[in-house]
């Protein structure tokens, strides 16, 4: 396989994904009856929330949608006729329908993120966890900018906790030597493969023993 | 008019806007009950969060505010006396009273937010959005402070799009080749007639059709 | 008293009230019946939110719990222990066994953040507020992310209150030549002992008379 259409399957799946990130804050907002405004905005947090809060952490510019502004217009794109086309009726099966590329996304952002932490020499844990921020964090911020509970904190659905592993997967296939395209590509099939079965078998994190 | 004149009058506006976003995150404070501390610290991010997330965002330092810490100074003061004299009575009121100021700030903050990017050489829709950001997003802070969903995407009213407008106006006006002062001008007038005008005839951005 | 063991009751007061914060985001998010991921990640906030703050205003890198990480190791063990240990029954216990580190720990970043700040050459008020923020501001981010209005705003108890004084504390000894070990020292202990006070004694905020 030529580095070209490397490139081009990891963009396909990083549209696919920030696309995922993107209807769930439109879905979102629409739930709300927000208007163009508010959903544009929840729709841009969730998709750049994460990178973007990443790269304030670690203290890099420009952030991607800054420095690749068609990511906006894209976005402003999709709020229009999403608002336009989507209706009620729709909304579930939307929903349910961005469950993959949403998984593909997870599989894409969480080693991303640990491996530009790598790069600046930070410890395994700090990069594993700017991989999770990466991937998770959009999704907590549209849910407070919906003055919601973080669905993500709530709903004991293995999400973040999968990214955490499929990171550590990254690291440690690194560490033992391992190119980083085969670590990304065993780190990002091992997280879209867990969280596709974990969405099929509907698994559930463990309850708080509360007694 | 001297170019000392035009500076006056832009600080003049800058003050009257910032006073009137301080007195918006002042009065749902009030309205919340909050101790002083809530009342200070919800008032400074409505007043000041916005340019602040720009900078952030723009890596920009350092703040406005810290640099010139007399507007904090301002802003301890005016929550003093506002705690102190304001009464439940005299809130709508103020409410009212402060439109007319807020729309000042929305039209000066939404070009000057544009203009720091431009000269960032920053593409014209990440511009603009600087500028909606400046103008916006305190007032998004303080909702989410207020553990209240932000008015700014739920109460349909236009604001943020008219930022967005006049941000453009900004833009188009510079790529032309017009002076930095009168594309302000324009932009600012734009935005604050634009602004009144809505208020005055009660316009609404148009409702999700759901089914 | 050798310099040695000024620093290691530093970093015991430190590691003290670090623990107090990172208890009571744990406890918050056990209340909410948050999964693992949300305990972790609310504690997390609550626990280093107020200095990341801190150091996203001064634009200081890497973070502290980037540079240090076993801050995040020891997070997580506590979070697992936390999930696994504590009982409904216990957590009102908890909660009022953490005041006393958590007033240490008050003491502590207050006096510290100001600190920072002044040797950046920022002015009084801003470093007061860096000290305000490095105590208090992880805990309103601990009640956004639990979709709460802070209770930093509304319960009306002393707490950043005494943080502002007890930073001007320092401020003003640094001012008169004060050496900075006595100058921290006065600051942590008048903070700690006001806050001790407030507590054991009830001492509310003024409310806003409405009327």
């Known amino acids: 396989m030529t580095s070209i259409s490397i490139n ?29 405004v508010g959903i544009c905005m929840v729709s841009g947090v969730t998709a750049f929330g994460g990178g973007t809060l990443r790269d304030v952490i670690l203290d890099r510019r420009p952030f991607f949608w800054v420095e690749n502004s068609y990511w906006l217009w894209g976005l402003i794109a999709l709020c229009l006729i999403g608002s336009a086309f989507l209706k009620s009726k729709h909304i579930d099966f939307t929903e349910k329908a961005i469950q993959i590329p949403d998984a593909l996304g997870l599989g894409l952002f969480a080693p991303l993120g640990t491996q530009i932490a790598l790069i600046q020499h930070l410890d395994p844990i700090v990069a594993v966890l700017m991989g999770v921020f990466t991937a998770v964090f959009g999704g907590i911020l549209r849910d407070i900018f919906c003055n919601e509970v973080p669905k993500a904190f709530s ?13 550590w997967v990254y690291v440690i296939l690194i560490h033992l030597g391992v190119t980083e395209l ?10 879209t ?19």
Chains 1, 2, 3 share one sequence.
Not at 16 to 30: C, D, K
Not at 182 to 191: A, M, R
Not at 193 to 211: D, E, M, S
Request: hydrophobic residues 55%; without cysteine.
């Open 155 to 167: 709903d004991h659905q293995p999400y973040a906790i999968i990214a955490f592993i499929g990171g």
């Open 8 to 36: 081009s399957i990891e963009l396909l799946i990083e549209v696919l994904g920030t696309l995922a990130f993107a209807l769930s804050g439109l879905i979102a907002g629409l739930r709300k009856r927000f208007d163009l």
């Open 182 to 191: 085969l670590s990304s590509l065993t780190s990002f099939l091992s997280i």
């Open 193 to 211: 493969i867990f969280r596709l079965v974990a969405i099929n078998r509907n698994w559930q994190l463990p309850k708080w023993n509360a007694n």
